[in-house]
């Protein structure tokens, strides 16, 4: 692995580990690791995931983060780790050095693979060339960057911390220092994004040329700020009909441009698939860190409080800060269902036949003989397999074919 010239103290680091790394065979990547940064800028209006935009507490919950990963370093039980995803909240806020700090801490306790892919979500305003070289020296191989849009009304409208200007020039910026493989995030279906609008939102993402397109439609989350809006008709609400047309354009548009539509809200170029986000989908191991993270460990689940100042508290006193819960058969198998109909390849009915029993592989079968029926679903070989239109009612069908 080539290892760029220093530009921060960590580039050492980053060296040392890299001639440490044991290399193994990825036909079957077995884990991934997620890093939870909760501090945002701004609070974004649709958006109800944890974060706070109250910074104080950032360098103790660094510190209570290195003592998480001290403490669970047994918990993937000695597996190889292919990925690591710094998420949020908003990662590029937090200082290079902190970035550091936690890769060493895992790159010394879990045997990290020796091509690993390691992303961190940055915002448009974050992406200065210095952070970005600072990164890359890091190791950080991969951007998911949250654009959302490119026109400055719909930043302003969605409280967004950067500006149309910022994000054309965030994917430039990026290549400049030396970052070939990034994914930018769209939001479509929002009361200001009409139909022209979107196509241009699409054509413009399309001209960049990442490797990875998101594409989300907007959901009114309790108690988020969009809610109130719409309850106080402040705003518009949303047009279910208006997110079904524009999904399904942004579908054809981006297949017609060479990207490949892989989970329902995923598109990538040949062979450039988010391995993290993959393995979630395929119901690999892995194990989230920091306030609000959830880990999987193949039979149980485990998610941390999602309280900045209650997670430091609790890592500084040995207290516990997490709840657990064990899997039975039918949670895994649901949770299959869900997952796997999400993707392009579909729910595998050998594997349910595998690890469920025939009995299972049957009675799922005939559950889905009706959307088979109705079109929205396909039968190849031993797969289920959802239809474009059967993509507009994912969550219903996965659901329907529950076992209870």
Request: with cysteine; aromatic share 10%.
């Amino acid at each position: 692995m080539q290892i760029r010239r220093a530009i921060n103290p960590y580039s050492l680091i980053f060296a040392i580990r890299a001639a440490a790394f044991k290399i193994v065979n990825l036909a079957n990547p077995v884990a991934g690791i997620y890093i939870h940064i909760p501090f945002c800028k701004k609070a974004c209006h649709y958006c109800n995931f944890h974060f706070s935009t109250h910074t104080g507490l950032q360098n103790d919950f660094t510190g209570a983060l290195l003592k998480e990963i001290e403490i669970r370093k047994d918990y993937l039980e000695g597996e190889q780790v292919e990925t690591i995803y710094f998420g949020g909240g908003t990662p590029s806020l937090l200082p290079p050095a902190d970035l550091g700090r936690i890769l060493d801490s895992i790159f010394s306790r879990f045997s990290v693979c020796g091509t690993p892919e390691i992303t961190l979500e940055a915002n448009p305003d974050d992406m200065t060339l210095l952070n970005l070289k600072s990164w890359k020296t890091l190791g950080v191989n991969r951007l998911s960057i949250g654009l959302q849009s490119f026109f400055d009304e719909d930043l302003v409208w969605m409280n967004r911390a950067h500006d149309a200007s910022q994000a054309l020039e965030a994917p430039e910026r990026a290549r400049e220092a030396g970052f070939e493989h990034f994914s930018i995030d769209l939001i479509y279906g929002f009361p200001l994004l009409g139909d022209e609008k979107w196509g241009k939102n699409l054509h413009r993402a399309i001209k960049i040329r990442p490797d990875h397109i998101s594409c989300y439609a907007l959901t009114v989350e309790n108690r988020t700020a969009l809610d109130k809006m719409i309850r106080n008709r402040q705003s518009p609400p949303i047009d279910p009909e208006r997110q079904a047309s524009q999904f399904l354009s942004g579908i054809r548009i981006l297949e017609a441009a060479g990207y490949e539509h892989y989970e329902i809200s995923s598109f990538a170029l040949p062979g450039k698939r988010s391995r993290h986000n993959s393995a979630y989908w395929s119901s690999k191991k892995y194990m989230g860190l920091g306030p609000s993270a959830h880990s999987f460990n193949g039979s149980g689940r485990q998610w941390n409080i999602s309280n900045n100042a209650l997670y430091i508290k609790y890592l500084a006193e040995s207290k516990s800060f997490f709840d657990t819960e064990i899997l039975r058969p039918i949670d895994r198998i649901n949770e299959y269902i869900m997952t796997s109909l999400r993707t392009r390849e579909g729910l595998d009915l050998s594997y349910i036949m595998e690890n469920h029993g025939s009995g299972s592989r049957e009675k799922l079968e005939l559950k889905a003989r009706p959307y088979i029926l109705n079109r929205q679903m396909e039968k190849k070989e031993k797969k289920l397999v959802l239809t474009t239109e059967g993509k507009l009612f994912a969550d219903g069908i996965a659901s329907a074919l529950f076992f209870d």
